[in-house]
């Protein structure tokens, strides 16, 4: 073969990596959420997501009448998530929830409470 050859190759070989690469699998955004923070609580109050899937949670305060400045989610592994719930800004949390069951998300106090069902 000669380095021209060879060359030519590589591009041929890179092109057909390139085409094999599906192009959309990253662009396919997850599942989303939305939870708003109001004086009445978390709204919805349940959320019932897939499991084995990512998903995008996403939780807005839209009022200052409320302690729930933060929010705490919790895992099906026992971790907690915490973010901070700035006034009237999306607040995006990307999780995937291994299996089945009934999780729960909450202010920093653990006053006011969501449900999360997976299945
Ligand atoms: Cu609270």
Redesign the pocket.
């Known amino acids: 073969m000669t380095y021209a050859d060879r060359m030519k190759y590589v591009v041929a070989l890179g092109l057909a990596a390139a085409l094999a690469t599906p192009v959309a699998a990253d662009k396919v955004k997850p599942p989303r959420f939305d939870v708003a923070v109001t004086a009445k609580g978390f709204e919805p109050a349940t959320i019932t997501v897939p499991a084995k899937t990512p998903v995008t949670l996403v939780f807005t305060r839209k009022t200052e009448a409320t ?2 400045k933060s929010v705490i989610v919790t895992l099906d592994d026992g971790k907690k998530l915490e973010r901070e719930l700035p006034l009237d800004k999306a607040v995006a949390i990307d999780v995937t929830f291994a299996k089945a069951g009934t999780l729960g998300y909450a ?3 653990d ?2 409470k969501g449900v999360i069902v997976v299945r």
């Open positions: 302690c729930t202010c920093g106090m006053m006011t």
